[in-house]
């Protein structure tokens, strides 16, 4: 429906805020062993991690309404490849800090960390140029 696809971009900027602010938060903290901001920062990657499941589900209920998606083909993919990837490192982050809460543990839940930033940004720029250069969702409607 429209209504997805216009709601879309409207809820995503929550779970790409939250993200981002939590992985510099945690990072931060971490290296400064100050943790209060580290507490902050886990806070943070916890309610973004959650956010991403509606706008995952709005997301794909959007798509459904697009059509002739020739143009912009490439980059709805990329920005589908990357939201997946995005949800799939986060949840191994959140998975190894609850069950493997070793010395390696931490170390793999910072690199799922800092993978994870990498890849909502990229999800993220590549739905940017769906909206800003092909004017989705308005040039995608299905006739
Ligand atoms: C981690 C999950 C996701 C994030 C962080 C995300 C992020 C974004 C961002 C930032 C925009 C541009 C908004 C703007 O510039 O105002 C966008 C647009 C868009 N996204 Fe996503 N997205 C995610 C998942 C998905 C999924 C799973 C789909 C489809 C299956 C999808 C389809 C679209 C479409 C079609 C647009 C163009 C606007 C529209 O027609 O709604 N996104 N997304």
Redesign the pocket.
Known sequence: MMF???L??LI??F??ALLTSGVVFEVYGSLRKDEVVTTAGRFNTRLGFWC?FP??LV??L??LS?GNTEKFKDF?SD??RF??L??ATFLIAMVVSRYFRSRLGRVVYFLALAAGLVC?LR??YY??E???RFN??AS?WAQ
């Open positions: 997805f696809a216009k879309h971009p995503v900027h779970p790409v991403i706008v995952l997301g794909f959007g798509m697009l709805l920005h589908l939201a997946f995005t949800a909502v999800t993220g739905g940017g769906l909206v800003h989705l969702p995608g």
